[in-house]
């Protein structure tokens, strides 16, 4: 499995864009990259993913480098109940996910 | 069901007792996974189950771990002799794997404390 560097923790004002980057220089040809995020006392919950691509969904946005050595999960407008622990997991579809230490993202107002 | 459910929401349970955790996958979800969470620590992946193959149980702790799971359906994680350091949030999570748009569901998961 590819391993990933994350920023422990980031503030971000509320309404303002959170850009949340990833490193994983080691991630293979066919890996995705999964990006979660653990709100307190709760499980954890499904954001986006990608290949090559850049996606969007209504929660997020995901930038990969062309090399795809690292990604960058941006919020738009973030609010305070995007606070959460958020996770970036490089996987093969289907596999299972290994969880590192994510990033603490403190949205403030 | 919409989500994926376990049960019991918590349990205390005192060393050296057995406990079994319950995970209700959503229907048709083929893979089911098992994951801990210790306080304040990132989730630690436990077993994983893919429709009939052979599970993957390489994340067990210890043999006093174990976890079935019927067909598609319910799955089971079993604890014996738990210990103190077994106090952690169990967490279960399914997945539908042709489906490429929503990755993991995760329960809200099982808070076990061994006292």
């Known amino acids: 499995d590819a391993k990933t560097t994350q920023p422990p923790s980031m503030d971000c004002a509320e309404g303002r864009a959170a850009n949340l980057p990833c490193n994983h220089s080691t991630i293979s040809g066919n890996e995705y990259v999964y990006w979660y995020r653990q709100i307190h006392s709760q499980g954890p919950q499904y954001i986006i993913h990608?290949?090559?691509n850049n996606e969007t969904n209504e929660m997020a946005s995901l930038i990969i480098t062309e090399d795809r050595k690292s990604s960058t999960l941006i919020l738009p407008h973030a609010t305070l109940r995007d606070t959460a622990v958020y996770y970036c997991?490089?996987?093969?579809?289907?596999?299972?996910?290994?969880f590192g230490a994510g990033t603490i993202l403190r949205v403030k107002s | 069901g919409a989500g994926v459910s376990q049960s019991p929401s918590n349990k205390v349970t005192e060393k050296g007792k057995d406990v079994e955790l319950r995970c209700d996958p959503i229907s048709g979800h083929t893979a089911l996974y098992w994951y801990r969470q210790r306080l304040g620590q990132g989730l630690e992946f436990l077993i994983y189950?893919?429709?009939?193959?052979?599970?993957?149980k390489s994340g067990l702790p210890s043999d006093r771990f174990s976890a079935e799971r019927t067909g598609e359906s319910v799955s089971t994680l079993t604890i014996q002799r738990t210990q103190q350091e077994d106090s952690a949030v169990y967490l279960c999570?399914?997945?539908?794997?042709?489906?490429?748009?929503?990755?993991?569901?995760f329960g809200s998961g099982t808070r076990l404390t061994v006292v």
């Open positions: 189950f893919q429709g009939n193959s052979a599970p993957d």
């Open positions: 990608g290949l090559k």
């Open positions: 999570a399914s997945s539908l794997r042709q489906d490429a748009n929503y990755g993991y569901t």
């Open positions: 997991l490089p996987g093969f579809y289907g596999n299972k996910l290994v």
